[in-house]
C-alpha cells in the first residue's frame, strides 16, 4: 500500500539523520584542529566529493536493470560477483568503523558531562565506550528499533538544536567582530582535513538499499539524496565558522572530542555546554543503534546471497551471530587507536566505495556532464585516501600498520572466498594428476 511507502520527506529524515546522526559531534574536533577557521572550506570540499558520488551512484541506479541495491549493480555493470562483494565487505568494514567512531565519541561526552575521568580505579570513556556498544547490541538482539514517524521526530531535534547552536552563535560572533572568512587558515592541512571528515557526510546511500519500500523511488531518491547533501554541507558549514571563531585551536584540541560542547559555552554558558553534550549522546547513541540495525540487515543480505560466509547465518534467519560479530568488531576498533585514527579509518572505506562509484559513472558516461562530474568525484576521491593514509603514518602509525594489516588480511580473505571453487577444483585436478 502507498500509505505503507516511504515519502520524500521521510526520505530526506533518513539521508540527513544518516549524516548528522553522529558524525559532526565526534569529527568536528579533529577537522577544526587540522584546519582552523577554514574548517567550513574543508566541509565544502567533502560536500562536493560526497554530491559527486551520489549523482554518479544515481546514474548507476538509473541505468541498472531493475531496482537494485548497490551492491547488485556493481555487479551488474562490471559482470563481477568478487568485485561486488568486496564492495560489500568494505561497506561492512566501513559501517564497523562508524559505529566505533559513535560509540568512542559517546563515551567522550559522556566523561566531560560527569566531569570524570575514571571510575573504580579504570579509565571512564573506554568504559563507557564498551558498555553503548554492550547495550546497542542487547536492544538490537531484542528486536528493537525506531519507527519512520519517530525517527522523523528524532532528526528534527537533532538538526534543530544544531541550528540554535550555528545561527545563535553567528549573531554572538558578528555582534563582537569574532567572525572571519578563514581563508588566512587556508592551505594543504584544509584538505587533510577534508579527507579526516568526509565520514560525516556517509548515510545518503542507505537509501539505495531499501528503494522497494520507498514511493516513487526513481525521483524521491533522487530529491532526498540531493537534497541532503547539500543541506548537511550547509549546516556543517555554519557549526564549523561558529565552532572555530569562538573557540581557539589550542582549546579544541584539548578538547577535540566535545569541541561542539565547548564552543557552546561562549554565549549559553554551561547550559549550552550541558545542552550540546546531551544532543551528543542522543545523536551518537541513535545513529550507533540505527546503523548496528542496519549493518547487521547487510549482513544477512551479503550472507544471503553468498557474499559472506554461511557461518554468519543465524537459524531461521536470526540475527544474533551478524549483530555479535559487529559489536566484537566495533569494540575491538574503538579501543585501537584514538578519534583521529577511528575517523580515517571509517572515511577511508567510504570515500573508497563512493571512488568505485564515481569511477564506474565515469565508465558507464553518455555525455559531457555524465563524464565531468564522476571525474571530480573519482579524483577527489583519489586525493582524499591520499590524504587519509598521509595523516594516519604521520599522527598514528600504530593505527595505519593495523589498518593495512586488517586491509592486507581482509582482501585475501575476500579473493580465497570468491574463488574457492577455482582453487578446490585445481586441486582436485592435480589430486587426480599425482
Excluded at 556493481?74 to 568494505?90: K, V
Excluded at 566501513?94 to 566531560?112: D, R
Amino acid at each position: 500500500m502507498a500509505s505503507d511507502q516511504i515519502t520524500l520527506s521521510e526520505a530526506l529524515s533518513m539521508a540527513i539523520g544518516g549524516m548528522v546522526g553522529g558524525g559532526i559531534f565526534a569529527v568536528l574536533g579533529v577537522v577544526a584542529v587540522e584546519a582552523g577557521t577554514a574548517t567550513w572550506i574543508a566541509f565544502v570540499a567533502s560536500g562536493v566529493v560526497a554530491i559527486c558520488a551520489g549523482y554518479s551512484a544515481l546514474r548507476l541506479n538509473a541505468r541498472s536493470e531493475g531496482q537494485l541495491n548497490p551492491i547488485a549493480y556493481i555487479e551488474q555493470f562490471t559482470g563481477s560477483t568478487t568485485l561486488a562483494g568486496m564492495t560489500g565487505w568494505t561497506f561492512i568494514a566501513g559501517y564497523v568503523g562508524t559505529m566505533s567512531l559513535y560509540a568512542y565519541s559517546f563515551g567522550g561526552y559522556f566523561a566531560e558531562l560527569i566531569g570524570a575521568d575514571a571510575v573504580a580505579g579504570l579509565p571512564l570513556q573506554p568504559v563507557i565506550t564498551l558498555l553503548v556498544i554492550v547495550v546497542f547490541v542487547g536492544l538490537n538482539l531484542g528486536g528493537a528499533h525506531a519507527s519512520g514517524r519517530t525517527e522523523n521526530i528524532l532528526v528534527g531535534l537533532k538538526v534543530l538544536i544544531l541550528l540554535v547552536f550555528g545561527f545563535g552563535g553567528l549573531y554572538y560572533g558578528f555582534q563582537r567582530g569574532l567572525i572571519s572568512s578563514g581563508l588566512e587558515d587556508l592551505q594543504v592541512s584544509t584538505l587533510l582535513a577534508a579527507s579526516i571528515g568526509f565520514v560525516a557526510f556517509e548515510g545518503w546511500e542507505l537509501l539505495l538499499f531499501d528503494q522497494e519500500n520507498i514511493e516513487n523511488p526513481q525521483e524521491t531518491i533522487t530529491k532526498a539524496i540531493y537534497g541532503s547533501i547539500v543541506f548537511v554541507t550547509a549546516l556543517y558549514v555554519i557549526v564549523a565558522v561558529v565552532t572555530t571563531n569562538l573557540v581557539s585551536t589550542e582549546v579544541i584540541q584539548r578538547n577535540a572530542e566535545t569541541a561542539l560542547a565547548v564552543a557552546a559555552e561562549p554565549f549559553l554558558g554551561q547550559f549550552g555546554f550541558v545542552l550540546i553534550s546531551i544532543a551528543a549522546l542522543f545523536s551518537t547513541g541513535s545513529a550507533l543503534n540505527a546503523t548496528l540495525f542496519s549493518a547487521s540487515r547487510l549482513t544477512r543480505m551479503l550472507v544471503a546471497d553468498d557474499l559472506l560466509p554461511s557461518q554468519l547465518r543465524g537459524v531461521d534467519d536470526d540475527p544474533t551471530r551478524p549483530l555479535l560479530v559487529l559489536g566484537v568488531l566495533t569494540a575491538l576498533l574503538s579501543g585501537l587507536g584514538g578519534l583521529d585514527g577511528i575517523s580515517s579509518f571509517a572515511s577511508l572505506s567510504f570515500i573508497t566505495i563512493f571512488g568505485g562509484f564515481s569511477l564506474l559513472a565515469f565508465l558507464e558516461r553518455t555525455s559531457f556532464v555524465s563524464a565531468l562530474i564522476p571525474a571530480i568525484g573519482c579524483l577527489g576521491a583519489i586525493a582524499t585516501i591520499v590524504g587519509l593514509l598521509y595523516n594516519l603514518v604521520t599522527t598514528e602509525p600504530e593505527v595505519f600498520v593495523a589498518v593495512v594489516g586488517i586491509s592486507i588480511a581482509a582482501v585475501a580473505m575476500e579473493l580465497l572466498y570468491f574463488d574457492r571453487e577455482p582453487i578446490l577444483a585445481e586441486a582436485r585436478n592435480v589430486k587426480q594428476r599425482l
